[in-house]
């Protein structure tokens, strides 16, 4: 299996570190946040092919790492001080574009900042740009994007260029290319999970209420949830910490304290009952994945783990109630953009031509498609029909999880049916696009948090993710099961190869 | 369930989107297929069940009813495409 692999230029080993090994180094003072955000400064210019940001903010990059070197010299950093991060295009940051890659916000300057990122800065954190993704993060493949494509860093054996999956596909390049040592994502039937996967990186999509989603762009508020995107778990551990916690602001947002997450790192898996759902195993699904699923229940068990054979009967009905329930609430969401407050606007003779003008222009053709799908299953006499369907379907898609959890503490599964695909190979039947999410929507429909661990290697020489779905606000097991699962794989990340 | 040129033009009035001569027969033949693919859901007795909104919505939480943030006229105007005497301009509505 020889893979020749492109390497960005890596002039500096500062970008190879984890963040738990560059927060070390930083308190040991072994290098300045000063040197550590040049040093990504440096590789996103050098690597900007990959298309990873469509906003680079080196200037406050910098002036930020000269502050955090300032409070570390004093020892007064916070949990995340001088760590420089990339920023999901979704997440709002104060006078800041902030663009959804949509065409129907360039230019938008948020005059607040999202809770998420608000946390993250008051932990210290560097923000380097805000990360390319999917057009209102509608996609599996960053090919939706407004700002064009994403690369991923990974080229497979015939040279060709790859998706790195969506709609966090800027932030797990980042992530995974040396572009940022660590990045915010968000996941509404995968786009943490599924990129994670393709990029060869850790992703985590953290139970629906844990993570505030206030001042983040909404596609579909009953299923989006923020979560970070990591090279490993430990660093999973670190970056939800600061990302978590009750906000008034978001009626969902849980009111529960949020546990250490460090401390379940090393707490392995002894006596951890894995289910193992047996309607994953999808038709004719590709004999990589199937030798990754197993080897993933042989390592766990191993370590002491008890492997179930479980059931979640209405695990195929999960992409047919995402598709009727997501562009359904996007389509009520995306009402907002009218060419009126803030945005594109396209001028029209009527307000309703305005309307119109701006909205056809504004949105591309995934969101629209969306959106008339949406508007369809919420119209007068289909909403019964379809809309309210989903909704009994979706219950019985949660039930199904609550049921194995009785038996199970952790469900294992494959992230993704395939490894990464090349940009001419992305489909363009819509429903055939929509299949990649299959292992991925039916966390997001329960509400579950779900983890993305990169786990070995497609015979193409592509990283493949390994997923857990634990039960609500149990992150903990997955950074239980999580941790040994990195541990036997041994993957070695693009930064390693 | 398919639909026809005249719904679909019908879903875009009220979704506030305009479809060109060109792009009506792809988007047509797409929304079918997402349609089609969602009729799945037909196989399921779902009788007995009752609607899920989502998870963690049990009890909404109640605030004050307070106002939070004042003066932020200009911070509201600031995105706005066009502004005159701290309104947002629209073409007329009333004739």
């Given at each position: ?70 409070r570390l010299a004093k020892n007064e950093g916070g949990l995340l001080e001088g760590l420089p991060l990339g920023i999901k295009d ?408 | ?95």
């Open positions: 299996m020889t893979t020749p692999i492109t390497k960005p230029a890596l002039k500096n080993d500062l970008i190879r570190l984890t963040l738990a090994e560059a927060k070390e180094g930083l308190l040991k003072k072994k290098f300045s946040s000063l040197d550590l955000t040049k040093a990504y400064l440096e590789s996103m210019e050098s690597n900007r092919n990959l298309n990873a940001y469509i906003l680079e903010t080196p200037e406050l990059a910098l002036e930020r790492a000269k502050e955090s070197d300032k979704l997440f709002s940051t104060e006078g800041i574009q902030t663009t959804a890659a949509s065409h129907i916000l360039e230019g938008f300057k948020p005059p607040y900042e999202s809770t998420v990122t608000q946390n993250l800065q008051n932990a210290g954190a560097v923000f380097l740009g805000k990360t390319n993704m999917d057009e209102f993060a509608m996609g599996s493949t960053n090919m939706t994007s407004y700002f064009g494509s994403v690369i991923n860093p990974w080229k497979r054996s015939d040279g060709k260029d790859l998706v790195p999956g969506g709609s966090s596909g800027g932030s797990a390049a980042a992530v995974a290319g040396g572009l940022a040592l660590a990045a915010t994502g968000t996941d509404t039937g995968g786009s943490i999970r599924q990129p994670a996967a393709f990029s060869g990186i850790v992703g985590l999509k953290p139970t629906y209420g844990r993570c505030s989603r206030w001042g983040i762009v909404a596609f579909a508020s009953s299923l989006d949830q923020p979560g970070p995107m990591t090279r490993d778990v430990r660093d999973a551990a670190l970056m939800l910490q600061v990302m978590a916690g009750h906000d008034p602001k978001d009626s969902t947002s849980a009111s529960l304290e949020v546990p250490s997450f460090e401390k379940s790192l090393t707490q392995g898996v002894k006596g951890i009952r894995v289910g193992i759902p047996r309607e994953y195993r999808l038709d004719g699904m590709d004999s990589d994945i199937v030798k990754l699923w197993e080897n993933g229940a042989k390592w766990l068990q191993e370590s002491g783990a008890e492997i179930i054979d479980v059931s979640l009967p209405h695990t195929k009905y999960s992409l047919p109630t995402y598709y009727v329930l997501a562009p359904a609430e996007a389509s009520s969401n995306l009402a907002r953009y009218d060419g009126v407050r803030y945005g594109l606007r396209v001028p029209g003779k009527t307000l309703d031509e305005l309307y119109e003008s701006t909205r056809s222009e504004g949105f591309g053709t995934e969101v629209q498609r969306r959106i008339l799908i949406g508007t369809y299953v919420l119209s007068a006499g289909y909403y019964d029909a379809y809309y309210l369907k989903a909704q009994k379907v979706r219950r019985l898609i949660a039930q199904d999880f609550e049921l194995a959890f009785q038996k199970v503490d952790v469900i294992l599964a494959p992230t993704t049916p395939t490894p990464a695909f090349a940009l001419d190979e992305s489909p363009s039947d819509p429903v055939v696009m929509y299949l990649n999410d299959v292992l991925t929507v039916p966390a997001n429909l329960a509400g579950l948090p779900g983890m993305s661990v990169p786990a070995g290697l497609s015979r193409d020489g592509l990283p493949l993710g390994l997923q857990l779905i634990g039960p609500a606000f149990d992150e903990n097991v997955l950074f239980r099961a999580g941790s040994v699962l990195e541990e036997a794989a041994a993957f070695k990340s693009f930064l390693e190869r | 369930m398919s639909l026809d040129q005249t719904t679909v033009k019908r879903i875009a009035t009220l979704a506030r989107l305009k479809l060109s001569e060109d792009r009506m027969g792809p988007m047509q033949q797409d929304l079918n297929r997402i349609l089609h693919f969602i009729d799945q859901l037909n196989e399921v007795d779902t009788s007995l069940v009752e609607a899920m909104e989502g998870t963690n919505v049990s009890s909404m939480p109640f605030r004050k009813d307070v106002i939070t943030e004042e003066n932020c006229v200009e911070k509201i105007l600031a995105n706005a495409p066009e502004v005159a005497c701290n309104m947002f301009v629209v073409p007329k509505v009333v004739e």
